[in-house]
């Protein structure tokens, strides 16, 4: 009996420590699932550009703002990269992905394997970030800064947070703009708009502060 009780305890702590380990492992990658990936095939979306044609003022309002040209690539960029690269932990002609703003800005190669530093202009420092190590760009980042992101194939219509990742793929309301209406988060979705801005500006690393004083219809009249 002693001994079938020991048999016991220790199939116990064994099923607690697996359960823990299964609870730990859903939570790393349920990290990179965060976020607005694909509703829909990549042929379904049009791009940000296509919208411009009828709606103009929302598209350069939209054009206007930082999370339009957030990531970009190094070919688009002319001119120097922005940066101390005289003592640059980072190759530059490694560079093939450019993210961030004038506060701080990171990399990514053309196997869009994340550089581990990045750029802080204030300080005027390349700063170390151990967890990007060896890690990929389109799953790591992209669901939040691509539109379309398909992450089984890890192709996306295009970089940054363009018309489409809030109201969805586009295609046929292009098409056929009366009979196929878009989502309108806050308006026509059944949810309030901040359900949408928050699958991306949650409180993970601070991304809510930028949604704080928030409030009011998604696009000021919501159309």
Request: one cysteine or more.
């Given at each position: 009996?002693?001994?079938?009780?020991?048999?016991?305890?220790?199939f116990?702590?064994?099923?607690?420590?697996?359960l823990?380990?299964?609870?730990?492992?859903?939570?790393?990658?349920?990290?990179?699932?965060?976020?607005?990936?694909?509703?829909?095939?990549?042929e379904?979306?049009?791009g940000?550009?296509?919208?411009?044609?009828?709606?103009?003022?929302?598209?350069?309002?939209?054009?206007?703002?930082h999370?339009?040209?957030?990531?970009?690539?190094?070919?688009?960029?002319?001119g120097?990269?922005?940066?101390n690269?005289?003592?640059?932990?980072?190759?530059?002609?490694?560079?093939?992905?450019?993210?961030?703003?004038?506060?701080?800005v990171?990399?990514?190669?053309?196997?869009?394997?994340?550089?581990p530093?990045?750029?802080h202009?204030?300080?005027?420092?390349?700063?170390?970030?151990?967890?990007?190590?060896?890690?990929?760009?389109?799953?790591r980042?992209?669901?939040?800064?691509?539109?379309?992101?398909n992450?089984?194939t890890k192709?996306?219509?295009?970089?940054?947070?363009?018309?489409?990742s809030?109201?969805?793929?586009?295609?046929?309301?292009a098409?056929?703009?009366?009979?196929?209406?878009?989502?309108?988060?806050?308006?026509?979705?059944?949810?309030?708009?901040?359900?949408?801005?928050?699958?991306?500006?949650?409180?993970?690393?601070?991304?809510?502060?930028?949604?704080?004083?928030?409030?009011?219809?998604?696009?000021?009249k919501?159309?």
């Open positions: 009996m002693i001994v079938k009780a020991r048999n016991n305890t220790a116990a702590a064994t099923t607690v420590l697996l823990l380990f299964i609870n730990t492992s859903n939570a790393a990658t349920q990290s990179h699932y965060e976020g607005i990936i694909a509703e829909s095939s990549i379904d979306y049009v940000s550009k296509a919208c411009a044609e009828c709606h103009q003022d929302k598209y350069e309002d939209w054009s206007g703002k999370m339009s040209d957030f990531v970009r690539y190094r070919r688009d960029i002319s120097q990269l922005q940066g690269w005289s003592n640059s932990p980072i190759d530059k002609d490694e560079v093939f992905i450019i993210m961030g703003d004038k506060k701080k990171a990399f990514a190669d053309k196997n869009w394997r994340l550089f530093y990045q750029y202009f204030k300080k005027r420092e390349w700063q170390k970030r151990k967890k990007w190590a060896n890690q990929d760009y389109r799953l980042c992209a669901p939040c800064h691509t539109v379309g992101l992450l089984s192709q996306f219509v295009e970089f940054n947070v363009g018309c489409e809030c109201h969805g793929p586009g295609r046929k309301h098409e056929a703009r009366e009979q196929n209406k878009m989502k309108v988060p806050g308006v026509t979705d059944g949810q309030k708009v901040l359900f949408t801005c928050r699958k991306c500006h949650n409180d993970k690393r601070n991304h809510a502060r930028a949604i704080k004083k928030f409030s009011g219809i998604f696009h000021g919501g159309k």
